[in-house]
C-alpha cells in the first residue's frame, strides 16, 4: 500500500479557503476531534463504497472479492434507479450526521469529491436512455467472455460451481440486453449501421467452436477447462465440474447470446430504414442537451461545444507546425499531407501482417516500457507495485475492440495491469506511433496513474477505484509528451509519431464536436481526419465511427493534458528553482483521480505552500 502523497497544509489551504500561516495555531485539542470525526468519516465512506458495490457482483469480483461470486450484473432501469436512490441516501446521510468544520482537509476534500461523484451519477442517469449499447468500440455481448477470463479466478471447487452458475446467469443478462436494445430502438435511440455487422459478427464468435461446434476451443471454454485443470482435485470430480461447464454453455450461454442476435437482427432492419442515423447525436431526440451534458462529464469543465472546438483547431495547427521542424530535420520536402503518406505506405514503417510481426510489435512495446520503469525514479518519487503486462486484444473481440487500452489489475496482485493492443491487420500499424502509445497505455500513463490510485494508503476507497477520464486520459497524454524530456523518442520519425498521437487528440476535438455540435457526416469527420493525422485508414474510421457513438468522450484527453500542462507550467513560474518534477508528480498522482477544477486547488496550494513534499 502506499502512502497518501499530498500534504495536509496544501490541502487545507484548498478547502479550507484558509491562510497557510493561520494552520500553525490549531490547538492538539482540535486536531485530536478532528482525528477522531476523520475516522468516523472514513468508515462511512467505507460502509458507502461497500453498500454500492454490492449492487453489482461483478465489480466485486474485479476487486477480488468472493461474494455473489456466481452471479452476474442486473442490467435493468429498476436495477440503475436503485444504484442512484442508494447514491442519494448516502449523500443525504453525509451532511446530516457530519460537520465539515469539525474534519481536516483530507477528509473535507473526500466529502467534496463524494458529493461531486452523486452529482456526476445524477446527470448521467438523466440520459442513461440516450447512450448506444452497442458501440463502434465494445459492446456488452464481448465484455462478458473478458470478465470470465480475466476476472473469475478458480482455486476451489466452489469457485468453479460458480463460475458455472454464472455462465448460466448470462442468459437473464443476455435478455436484458436484448429488452433495453428493443426498448430503446422503440424510443429512437439506435445505433449507427456500421455498428450492426461487427457487434453480430463479434457476438456470434462468442457461441463458435467447441462445445458449441466440432471447430477449435472457444475461448471461455478453453478457460473454463484450463482453470479447473488446475484444481487439486480427483479427477471424477474435474469431470462433474466440466460436464456441468458444458451444458451451461450449449445451454443457458448459447440461448442467451441467440436472444441478442435475435434482437441485433430485428433493430438492424430499422437502423436501415434510417441511413441519417450514421452522424451525431443533434438527430436525437433532445439530442444537443445531450451532448452538452457528455461533454460536462468527460470533461468535468462546463466548457462549450463552440470552445472545445476552437481549441481543438488551435492545437492542431500548433502540433503540425512542430511537425514541419521534423520533417525540416529529416529533409523532408514535401507538404504534411505527403509526409503522412510516406509513413503510411513506406515499407520501413510497418511490421509484416505476419504473427511474427505481431510479436514483433509487442516485443518493441515491452522495451518501451521498460526503459521507462529504467529512468522512473528520476521523474516519480513512488511507483505501484503491480506488475504490467502487454498483451494483443484476443481474435473474437478485435473487429470492436479500441485500438489500444489498459486495464486495471485486481487489488490483492492475482491480476496485472494489462495494456491491450489491437493487431488485428498489421498493414495499419505505424512504427512511429508505438512509443507514444506504449506511454500512455502503459508507463508512466495509465498503469502509473490507475494502478498506483489503487495502492494508495489513506484514501477511501471510492476514490482509489473511482474516477474521472479528463484526469486519467489527461495523465495518459501528458505521459506520451514526458517520454520526450525523459529523453525518448531519440529516432526523429519517432519523435514525429509523438507529435502525430498528440495531434490525433486534438483533431477529436474537431471531429467530435463537429459531428455532434456542427452536424458533420461521417464523410466530413473522416475527411478532416484524413487530412490531418497520420492515422491510417482503418484506424480513421475506426476512430470516427467511436466518436459517433460514444459521444464527448473522445474530448477528455486533450482537455485534460492542457490542464496539467497549463497547471505545470504555472507551478515552474512560480516555484522556479525550488521546482521538483518528482513532487509536481507527486501532487498530481497524489489525490487519485479527480475533476479538474479539483487538481487546479491542489496544485494552487501545493505551490502556496512553496513547492515540496
Known amino acids: 500500500m502506499r502512502r497518501l ?18 494552520l500553525a495555531q490549531e490547538t492538539a485539542p482540535a486536531a485530536a476531534a478532528a ?44 436495477a440503475s434507479e436503485r444504484g442512484l436512490a442508494l447514491m442519494e441516501r448516502q449523500v443525504a446521510q453525509l451532511n446530516d450526521q457530519f460537520n465539515p468544520q469539525a474534519l481536516s482537509a483530507e477528509s473535507r476534500m473526500s466529502w467534496r469529491l463524494f458529493e461531486y461523484g452523486v452529482e456526476q451519477a445524477r446527470l448521467g442517469d438523466r440520459w442513461r436512455d440516450w447512450g448506444y449499447q452497442f458501440a463502434a468500440n465494445g459492446n456488452p ?14 482455486d476451489s471447487v466452489a469457485d468453479a460451481e460458480a463460475y458455472v452458475s454464472r455462465l448460466k446467469d448470462s442468459e437473464r443478462v443476455m435478455g436484458e440486453i436484448a429488452a433495453e436494445l428493443r426498448q430503446r430502438a422503440a424510443a429512437g ?82 437502423a436501415a430504414a434510417m441511413p441519417d442515423r450514421d452522424g451525431g447525436v443533434w438527430r436525437l431526440p433532445q439530442g444537443e442537451a445531450y451532448y452538452n451534458a457528455r ?27 512542430e511537425m514541419q521542424t521534423i520533417m525540416d530535420q529529416v529533409g523532408f520536402e514535401g507538404s504534411l499531407q505527403e509526409m503522412f503518406a510516406f509513413l503510411k505506405t513506406d515499407p520501413r514503417f510497418q511490421y509484416p501482417n505476419t504473427p511474427e510481426g505481431k510479436e514483433q510489435y509487442l516485443t518493441d512495446s515491452r522495451a518501451f516500457i521498460a526503459q521507462v520503469m529504467a529512468a522512473a525514479p528520476q521523474w516519480f518519487s513512488d511507483l505501484p507495485e503491480a506488475a504490467l503486462e502487454v498483451r494483443a486484444v484476443e481474435a473474437w473481440r478485435e473487429a470492436t475492440a479500441s485500438i489500444a487500452f489498459y486495464n486495471a489489475p485486481a487489488p ?67 505521459a506520451e509528451r514526458l517520454g520526450k524530456e525523459m529523453g525518448f523518442y531519440q529516432d526523429p520519425y519517432s519523435d514525429f509519431g509523438r507529435l502525430s498521437t498528440e495531434l490525433w487528440r486534438a483533431v477529436r476535438l474537431v471531429t467530435d464536436t463537429g459531428l455532434h455540435a456542427k452536424r458533420w457526416s461521417r464523410e466530413d469527420a473522416i475527411e478532416y481526419f484524413r487530412a490531418n493525422s497520420l492515422l491510417s485508414e482503418r484506424d480513421i474510421v475506426k476512430e470516427v465511427e467511436r466518436y459517433i457513438t460514444s459521444p464527448g468522450q473522445a474530448t477528455s484527453y486533450k482537455i485534460g493534458e492542457l490542464k496539467i500542462m497549463e497547471l505545470r507550467q504555472k507551478a515552474q513560474a512560480a ?10 508528480h507527486a501532487v498530481v498522482l497524489g489525490s487519485g483521480s479527480v475533476p479538474l477544477d479539483v487538481l487546479a486547488d491542489q496544485v494552487d496550494a501545493w505551490i502556496a505552500a512553496g513547492g515540496g513534499r
Open 141 to 154: 455481448t464481448t465484455g462478458l467472455p473478458v470478465f470470465m477470463i480475466n476476472n473469475h479466478r478458480i
Open 189 to 270: 435511440v439506435i445505433s449507427p449501421n456500421f455498428v450492426f455487422e461487427p457487434s453480430i459478427a463479434n457476438t456470434r464468435n462468442i457461441i463458435t467452436g467447441a462445445p458449441f461446434d466440432d471447430g477449435a476451443d472457444n475461448p471461455v471454454w478453453a478457460d473454463f477447462q484450463k482453470k479447473v485443470a488446475a484444481l487439486t482435485v480427483d479427477q471424477a470430480e474435474k469431470d462433474r465440474l466440466l460436464a456441468d461447464g458444458r451444458a451451461a454453455l450449449t445451454g443457458e450461454w448459447k440461448r442467451g447470446y441467440e436472444h441478442v442476435l435475435t434482437a441485433l437482427a430485428e433493430v438492424q432492419q430499422q
Open 5 to 22: 502523497l499530498v500534504s495536509t497544509v496544501c490541502a487545507v489551504a484548498v478547502l479550507a479557503g484558509a491562510p497557510v500561516a493561520v
Open 35 to 78: 482525528q477522531s470525526e476523520d475516522a468516523r468519516l472514513a468508515a462511512f465512506f467505507e460502509q458507502a463504497f461497500q453498500e454500492r458495490i454490492a449492487l453489482s457482483p461483478q465489480t466485486m469480483t474485479s476487486l477480488g472479492i468472493k461474494r455473489d461470486y456466481g452471479k452476474l450484473d442486473d442490467n435493468t432501469d429498476a
Open 412 to 478: 490483492d496482485g492475482s491480476r496485472p495491469g494489462i495494456y491491450y493492443v489491437n493487431l488485428s491487420d498489421m498493414t495499419q500499424v505505424l512504427k512511429p506511433q508505438i512509443e507514444g502509445i506504449s506511454y500512455h497505455e502503459g508507463a508512466p500513463g495509465h498503469h502509473f496513474q490507475i494502478a498506483y490510485a489503487q495502492e494508495m494508503q489513506g484514501l477511501p476507497s471510492f476514490r482509489r477505484f473511482g474516477g474521472y477520464g479528463a484526469y486519467a486520459e489527461g495523465w495518459g497524454l501528458y
Open 575 to 584: 516555484l522556479g528553482d525550488r521546482f521538483d518534477i518528482r513532487d509536481f
Open 295 to 321: 461533454l460536462q462529464l468527460s470533461t468535468t469543465t462546463d466548457l462549450t461545444a463552440d470552445q472545445i472546438h476552437q481549441i481543438g483547431l488551435n492545437e492542431v495547427a500548433r502540433l503540425q507546425g
